[in-house]
């Protein structure tokens, strides 16, 4: 993409609205905009790294089994009044009347209605398990939105729903879905600690939160130095394997992890040594909750056992906040210049700089290079506008993309063209066949 | 894809409530389920066509240089005062409360959020021209919503819009378009006749429709029988190129065609010989307005022109009927036994049919040609339930997925398995190597 084609409407200054680093590099990158209170448009360079984490998202979900659907955003209340939660769920659920005065309402989340689409298209044991996920806007009315994307009202969320026949599948179900977990944010390049969680309004025995640490988390963390040893990345699972799951999940559970909600701080001393103990901050990013039959039964979902017998299904549901991850990312990955994009994410893997655009050899190189990357399915922002080589270096490190590839006259003289690692700020001089060859197109994720 | 992890909830019989062979098609396969009147949820074999459709419009929009956002669904309804719409809409706009009493509204469209991103973002005739997109769920709160996903309140749809310094630019922004248009419905199997239209509440002075040929369409439609002579398919187009754009929209411009709304019985007996004259009926399944300072002027979307005067920017919008376009290809698409998928926008590109289930040899044949199909990217839904085989042929053929493989002990007993087209019903006896061979990877478009 050439950047004078492009739609990059970076401000000059920090907007003043933004209370934290995410919400603020958001704004300054041209990101995101704000429509009304809690409401944003994703322009070009944010909807990439949203697409991008999205797709993410979904290979893991489709890896673990789960099945993609694509549920309305806006319910009748009717079926919220079965589960009994319309009256329960306050001022935060946005209710509206359509031109008849039927009462409907956007969707916060969605158990009732898998549980209803699950309960209409399934009759016997033979058709479970099933996980059935969406990803989808969402709308939470909270009172007092802010910090961006981070706790927005209408905000994108993959939640999936299991569907088991008994409480020992429905637990595998669990723990298929805590794998995935773990695989999906170590694929983001972030380090996202299971903890035992509160299971809140959505209910339920058994529940576990994950979060990422950053200086701005909205909780108080408290775990086992352990936890940062652990291999995150392991990424061939066969999700069939129910001891080979459970076994992999002890790893992650056993060591001492708390949000401040549950924290104990005897236990704590108990449990981890005092070099191990790590307190920081931490950002949820992820939450699975096991509920049993809470919703099965009031909607009358069940089957027909293997003896004939009705039975009630066992049910789990697991969210992922897709936008939030976008505002999260930029918390964990930043510095004072600007953002700091795991590859995975990035926007683009290489900003190109052309230091003295319409120099004909400069321009040349340029060409050369952006075409050549291209060509290989390497995703490029090419900075070609008539600007001054600061300008767009400082560009560059604010927008954060993993590389640079710098050229200009003085280096092509001798052949050599400057690439620059965003993250270390390691510059290397190669010639411009090096810099090519350096990178590939990335296999697996979303392409724009 | 096996069938026993999939879900796929048919309908023994038709369902009463559809009155069109879309509808009742889509409900009776299990791709959709309607959650309230004209609105639903898609399920996974609905979900997986609406995504392939959804990349296609994505992968051509691209193309042509159009830039992909994502704008909420709920906007504020102080930007629709201002440019006089609020009012107008009527009770087909879903309007809301929210805890705050703020006015707000569930978008029918965008040109009014667009047009005031683009005014925050751009200064100078330099940043012009662009065209920014996006791809998000809409709602009109339709009086007596019908035929399904073809006319229903909650709905996907890809808008468009385009900024341009001059009228000239405009113009070429709008070409563009159209002829991303004509290439966007030609890859999925579709002739999409474009005719002068009305421009409507939109407004503005130049408009076509692209209408698919279907017995069932809203519209009746009269053309020249040369539109079927055409050329479609051309598929390498230099976007910049405005007189080769041009010379290619005549050819699509200059015959006549015209919907019942303007249609001129005079002139088509004028310009049309007898012999050329085609009457029937279609569906619309995209829109292209422009429409100039319409909605830039109320919102005071300008920039600085090269004389350093005040530009007001020329605009329009093209829309695409995301979801509606399942529903139309079906309604072009189908049999008295099912759906027959185009095989870019099919599902799943084979269907592999297991005549015997549990039979040693059946079983392994299938696990073989499965697995072969996989490891090469090939999209399979395997039939693997334990079921008679004249219900699995007629699951396959209503499910309408373009090629099946049909392996039973008999065939294999000599070493043969059949490849099926589901169009012409062709059959073909092949060694399960060669029907493996016949089929790769499409590598452009939506992988689920």
């Known amino acids: 993409m050439r950047l004078s084609r492009f739609f990059l409407p970076i401000l000059r200054d920090d907007p003043k609205e933004a209370e934290i680093v995410s919400h603020r590099l958001m704004l300054r990158t041209g990101m995101i905009r704000q429509e009304s209170a809690g409401i944003y448009s994703w322009l070009p360079m944010g909807f990439r790294v949203l697409k991008r984490i999205e797709q993410i998202v979904r290979e893991e979900q489709n890896r673990s089994g789960a099945l993609e659907v694509l549920m309305p955003t806006i319910q009748p209340a009717e079926l919220w ?154 990424t061939e699972v066969d999700f069939d394997d129910v001891e080979g799951l459970r076994h992999r999940i002890e790893d992650f559970t056993k060591l001492y992890a708390a949000t401040d909600e549950i924290h104990d701080e005897k236990e704590f001393d108990a449990r981890v040594p005092k070099d191990r103990q790590v307190t920081g901050r931490g950002i949820e990013v992820g939450h699975i909750f096991f509920f049993g039959t809470k919703y099965s039964k009031p909607l009358g979902c069940h089957v027909q056992g293997p003896d004939g017998s009705k039975v009630d299904v066992q049910s789990g549901s697991y969210g992922i906040g897709v936008s939030r991850l976008v505002g999260a990312i930029i918390e964990a990955s930043h510095d004072e210049t600007g953002i700091i994009w795991p590859e995975p994410v990035a926007p683009f893997q290489v900003g190109l700089i052309n230091v003295k655009q319409s120099d004909g050899t400069s321009d040349a190189a340029c060409d050369k290079i952006y075409g050549a990357l291209q060509a290989k399915g390497v995703e490029v922002l090419y900075h070609d506008l008539d600007e001054r080589p600061g300008g767009k270096f400082a560009t560059m490190d604010l927008i954060g993309l993993p590389w640079q590839i710098i050229v200009g006259p003085r280096g092509l003289a001798s052949g050599l063209v400057e690439v620059k690692n965003r993250k270390t700020g390691a510059r290397e001089e190669v010639s411009p066949e090096d810099a090519i060859a350096r990178f590939k197109r990335i296999e697996s994720g979303w392409h724009g």
Chains 1, 2 share one sequence.
């Open 81 to 234: 009044r079965r589960s009994g939660r319309y009256d329960d769920y306050g001022l935060e659920m946005l209710r509206i009347k359509d031109r008849h005065e039927r009462e409907m309402l956007y969707g916060p989340t969605n158990e009732e209605m898998i549980t209803d689409i699950f309960r209409q298209g399934v009759q016997s044991y033979k058709d479970l398990p099933r996980n059935l996920y969406h990803i989808q806007w969402k709308f939470r009315d909270e009172i007092r939105p802010r910090f961006g994307v981070m706790r927005g009202r209408e905000f994108l969320m993959k939640d999936a729903y299991s569907f088991d026949i008994s409480v020992e599948g429905a637990r595998h179900s669990y723990n298929k879905m805590f794998i995935a977990y773990l695989k999906t944010f170590a694929r983001m390049g972030l380090t996202a600690i299971p903890m035992r969680a509160d299971t809140g309004p959505i209910g339920g025995d058994l529940s576990h939160e994950f979060l990422i640490l950053a200086p701005t988390g909205e909780s108080a963390v408290f775990f086992d130095r352990g936890y940062l040893d652990l291999d995150w990345t392991a």
